[in-house]
């Protein structure tokens, strides 16, 4: 029923690495060797090296991947999923005649559920199996997910996880099927959540010793014993393990990537890496992600590779929002025009430097059901995030600005003196235009 694609349409693979933040891999500078295929891939692309999320959390940032809005303009919400008032990237190559897949292993949201799986003609999400069985039961689920049970089991991997090995062959198995047709094929990556809990060797190789034992200290403390205080020990452990998961599925992508150039389906496919959001390991008082919009939870990675389709080893420095991407990738497809908000990417491929442009929006709305300590447990957090500074507008007036290029780690908040207030008067103004996000569903709404 497609119609026919356009002769040389090239494949899109959009490969997104669920939680990964830039801070922690090598492709930007880190010292561990986190991922030296991303590194390869990044010498034959283009790098953008201030990458930012739409949102700090999977759905929303998603959701404006996939549409080309901003997370404000969209239905998602904590308890609510993607509507189908816009259209979607998949929905677009469909169109174009693509044949499209998603893959996914983040089960919370980006499962069919969620809105996500629209436009594509095959979605995998939960794998077929007594985990995936004992997990939609709510009396084993609240079993396997207790503190006791766990250390009983000796870990505290999560029941019926999909690794990215699982996510590779389910694509692979499909794109056997895609004949001579372009495809489009979107995986999301879990690898790197938490619980951080990769491969003994995988973990040996990057923190250089091995794992005391497979249970996580975040979950052991939960949300007010991390708050309380974590030791330093516990904190280092869960960087090194999550920095080993990176490692891990950096390898998985290389894998996968060896696999389409044997099928000889690599040489006109246009690689898409990136992450929906980053992750916080204390650095300002905050674990995990999904209620700040500090740096390390909203800067990601994107690297863009096609050989003949994108200039070779380009770094863009200045900052991009992954809302353009729907605009980017469709720009690549024959048929000419946009149907998506943002700009394309493809505006920094030239040799000129692009004219100043409007600061990149991050945003996320009123946490639900956290601790009154939590940045966003008073409204609404919206950032801007321009080449000098970042800007972070606050609920309760408490608002944050950071001269990022000296300050990248957030450590000095200039909105504290008189010259910063002044600067940050020119970003308010700008989140006035920004329109409130509408209000979520009651609590009872939570799955």
């Not at 690689?271 to 500090?294: C, I, K, N």
């Not at 950032?383 to 970042?390: C, E, M, R």
């Amino acid at each position: 029923a497609l119609p026919a694609a356009a002769p040389g349409a090239p494949n899109i693979l959009f490969l997104v690495l669920d939680t990964v933040r830039a801070a922690s891999l090598s492709l930007y500078g880190h010292p561990r060797p986190t991922s030296p295929e991303l590194e390869r891939l990044g010498r034959e692309g283009v790098v953008f090296d201030q990458a930012l999320a739409p949102a700090p959390w999977t759905l929303p940032s998603h959701a404006s991947m996939f549409t080309g809005r901003w997370p404000h303009e969209l239905s998602t919400g904590w308890f609510r999923p993607l509507d189908a008032r816009d259209s979607t990237l998949a929905e677009a190559l469909a169109a174009r005649g693509y044949r499209t897949g998603g893959f996914v292993a983040n089960l919370i949201y980006t499962d069919y559920e969620k809105g996500l799986a629209r436009g594509f003609q095959r979605y995998e999400d939960f794998p077929l199996g007594l985990a995936t069985l004992l997990r939609s039961c709510t009396l084993t689920r609240r079993l396997s997910d207790t503190r006791a049970f766990r250390r009983w089991l000796g870990t505290d991997q999560v029941l019926g996880r999909k690794h990215a090995a699982v996510v590779n062959a389910e694509f692979l198995d499909w794109q056997a099927t895609t004949g001579e047709r372009p495809f489009f094929a979107f995986l999301n990556y879990f690898d790197a959540h938490d619980p951080y809990l990769p491969p003994d060797d995988w973990f040996r190789r990057i923190a250089g010793h091995d794992r005391p034992n497979h249970l996580s200290p975040f979950r052991r403390l939960g949300m007010a014993g991390r708050h309380a205080g974590m030791r330093p020990a516990d904190v280092q452990l869960e960087r090194d393990a999550y920095e080993a998961s990176i490692a891990w599925l950096d390898d998985a992508i290389r894998q996968l990537l060896d696999s389409l150039e044997a099928r000889g389906a690599l040489a006109n496919t246009i690689v898409v890496v990136t992450s929906d959001h980053g992750e916080e390991f204390g650095e300002h008082g905050v674990y995990l992600h999904g209620h700040t919009l500090f740096r390390d939870a909203v800067h990601v990675p994107l690297l863009l590779w096609a050989p003949g389709r994108v200039p070779a080893a380009r770094r863009v420095a200045r900052p991009v929002s992954l809302r353009d991407l729907p605009a980017t990738l469709l720009q690549f497809t024959p048929a000419a025009g946009s149907a998506f908000p943002g700009r394309p990417l493809q505006r920094f491929f030239g040799d000129s430097v692009p004219a100043p442009e409007a600061p990149v929006l991050s945003e996320v709305q009123k946490a639900i059901r956290m601790p009154e300590w939590y940045p966003g447990a008073h409204g609404a957090l919206r950032s801007l995030t321009d080449t000098a500074y970042q800007f972070i507008q606050h609920a309760d007036g408490s608002h944050q600005l950071f001269a990022w290029p000296t300050d990248p780690e957030a450590r000095e908040n200039l909105y504290r003196s008189p010259p910063g207030r002044a600067l940050a008067e020119g970003y308010l103004a700008l989140l006035r235009e920004v329109a409130e996000f509408p209000p979520d569903g009651p609590a009872s709404e939570l799955p």
